[in-house]
């Protein structure tokens, strides 16, 4: 009998590709479970008119753990090209599956791990004094409150009477739109609450002190922001004195700290952000350790058990037709790690890591994109590694 029971959700393109690849991974590490398949993605908008089926989401509240492959997502007018014609005269609206599943299960907490493997060839160095190549060790823990902000979906284009009514009632809102007309206005809202700013704070905090990081960083813009920056830092102040003395906090701006991510990385040990801020700086720290190829994630809620984790790399459709596929599969490898973190199976997902360690170093078996080679089907000819090549080499250091 297995242990677990997983809910596979490859999406689309790549997803089904890299998806299949951990799986093979953890099924060599000893990993004991059954995985269910969940449907979700561009296939499922374009035959049924929802891409997040509820038969997906009853899958997942009933097992709480999914590991997620990659959508597609298409702009408005291409997405209603593609559905069935029978579905077209239904006023049908797509929206993304993921920041579906976000919302659904309260997914309010992203944790995006970025740490860098000693040997790969792109990580980030820098010139030291003296001409010296410095290559900082990079080892950086993003949390990103995930539900709210700029993601959170209010917003409007030509914005009924009273919302105009609610925001012409702010001097401010008078003072620089007040001779706009209404029909030029698009208007999207930045909402934060307090129950979610100390869940997102709580989680960061408690990450460090459990993984002895000596700080955690707020990165937003609270001298601009007021209400909703000032607010989180306000909160993070007052739990960091309350609760969480001997943890160090910073405080960067957004814009500031994109600038000295590529100064001095290794300074930085846990971060934390509302959601577009946290979605911007997790990016920034993935490109410093190798780019999308190396950039995992976890979703969760922390009251329900539900979790996700997945790849933070979209699903590459150009890719996904190529006879023998090409794509690193090092970031669904490490999102399982993170799923086996959660699972409290520790010893495994160190395994893992220590196996990936040891190919990286060894620079023997490196993707296209390791390869620095443009993506297109002859890098194998010059001396890319395939995708599965990569996992077999994975599999082979393992204990």
Not at 286 to 299: D, E, V, Y
Request: hydrophobic residues 40%.
């Amino acid at each position: 009998m297995s242990n677990w029971t997983i809910v596979v959700l490859p999406g689309d393109g790549i997803g089904k590709v890299v998806l299949a690849e951990a799986i093979r991974v953890l099924d060599a590490v000893g990993f004991n479970a059954e995985y269910v398949l969940g449907d979700i993605g561009w296939e499922f908008w374009r035959s049924e008119g929802n891409a997040l089926p509820q038969r997906t989401l009853d899958l997942i509240s009933e097992h709480k753990v999914a590991l997620f492959g990659a959508i597609t997502s298409k702009p408005k007018v291409d997405a209603q090209k593609e559905l069935s014609p029978e579905l077209v005269k239904q006023n049908l609206i797509y929206s993304s599956p993921i920041v579906g599943l976000r919302q659904y299960f309260g997914l309010d907490i992203c944790l995006r791990p970025c740490r860098s493997y000693k040997g790969n060839p792109l990580n980030f160095i820098r010139r030291g004094r003296g001409e010296i190549i410095e290559e900082p060790a990079i080892d950086v823990a993003i949390f990103r409150q995930n539900t709210e902000g700029l993601y959170g979906g209010v917003e409007w284009r030509d914005p009924p009477d009273d919302v105009y009514a609610a925001f012409f009632s702010h001097p401010a809102f008078r003072k620089n739109f007040g001779n706009v007309p209404k029909e030029e206005l698009a208007i999207s809202s930045r909402i934060f609450t307090r129950k979610a700013t100390q869940r997102i704070l709580g989680a960061a905090f408690e990450y460090a002190r459990k993984r002895n990081y000596a700080s955690v960083t707020l990165c937003e813009k609270p001298n601009v922001i007021r209400e909703t920056s000032g607010m989180m830092y306000e909160m993070a102040k007052k739990l960091q004195v309350e609760t969480y003395p001997e943890i160090e906090l910073w405080n960067t701006n957004i814009d500031a700290q994109m600038m000295w991510l590529t100064k001095n990385p290794e300074d930085y040990g846990v971060i934390v952000a509302g959601n577009m801020f946290g979605d911007i700086v997790s990016d920034g720290f993935a490109g410093l350790i190798g780019g999308l190829g190396f950039a995992s994630s976890a979703q969760f809620n922390p009251d329900t058990g539900v979790a996700v984790f997945e790849p933070t790399h979209g699903s590459a459709p150009k890719y996904a037709d190529f006879q023998t596929p090409i794509v690193n599969p090092i970031a669904m490898i490490e999102s399982s790690c993170m799923m086996l973190e959660h699972l409290g199976e520790e010893e495994k997902a160190t395994h893992i890591r220590q196996a990936i360690a040891r190919v990286i170093a060894a620079g023997k078996v490196r993707t296209y994109d390791m390869s620095k080679l443009a993506g297109s089907e002859d890098v194998l000819q010059q001396g890319a590694s395939s995708t599965s090549e990569m996992t077999d080499a994975i599999i082979s250091s393992l204990p």
